[in-house]
């Protein structure tokens, strides 16, 4: 009888080694194969989630500026790597290439202007999850969140700028098409992480961030008004989970239409993103200002 017990539990704990050693095994590969959206969701529960983010805010490189200690704006090109965004309809642009052009003009000048510190989600062609950028806004604690997307339509015609800001309900159908669509796979999986999210976010300050991006949304559409062409209404409210999990005031920025020849032929030159890239170094100062000294 003694015998057979501990036979039984010499079974029983190998058993449980090999389980072990297997779900450990499994978390490795699905670790190794590469940063989709589903292995990050799942490393966050285990916590390694960190581990990834610390990776990604260590490539980030924040410019000073002339004073010290002022806020940092936190500047997104949307796509890269693997991820192209979508094409130009000369066959002659990426919008990733496109996104990472305009971020870099932007940073550029507001480094120059040095009325705020400036940092990058990415400074070259590499692919980020929508939650590692989100991780680097709230791991630099920046005071402001800006994503540049280039915006593509079946219908050729359509052209000029969106700016989308935060919100739990779309401003139109269209909207909502979209914010699934940038959402995407990410979007999807970080579902689950989301409701983490919005515990330990409050009511109050989620609706102070929806607002807060709503007035940044205003104010650099006013900037641009007259030297960008505009969409006919060109403040659009949508969910997007990038924005929402950057936990700052965030909008995300839609340059105007690769898919309208016009469009792409002034946005795939400096000259011809110039004017939308000064908008938004004004409204993003002086958004900036009026927050840090109310
Ligand atoms: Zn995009």
Known sequence: MERKRR????????????VLLLTFLAARSRTAEDDTGLALAGEARRGSLTVELDKAVADVRIREA??????????????????????????ASREKDLTLAMASELADLLAQRG???????????????????AGIARRLQAALFLSIHMDSAPNPMARGATIYSLSDVASSEEAARFAMAENG??????????DTVRALLSDVALREQMEDSANLAERLLRR????????????Q?????????AETPA???????????????KLMTKEGRAPLVLALAQAVEADVATRSNP
């Open 66 to 91: 002339r004073l010290p200690g002022r806020p940092i704006v936190l500047i997104d090109p949307g796509h890269g790597g693997r991820d192209p965004g979508a094409p130009g309809v000369s066959g």
């Open 7 to 18: 036979i039984g539990l010499i079974i029983g704990g190998m058993v449980l080694a090999v």
């Open 115 to 133: 009325r705020v510190r400036v940092a990058m989600t990415r400074e070259d062609d590499k692919y980020l999850s929508l939650e590692q950028r």
């Open 185 to 194: 796979r990410d979007g999807a999986l970080s579902s689950e992480a989301d």
């Open 251 to 265: 909008v995300l920025v839609e340059a105007g239409y690769i898919s309208n020849a016009d469009d792409e032929a």
């Open 224 to 235: 641009a008004a007259g030297s960008v062409e505009l969409r006919p209404r060109p403040h």
């Open 237 to 245: 409210f949508a969910a997007f989970h990038v924005l929402r999990r």
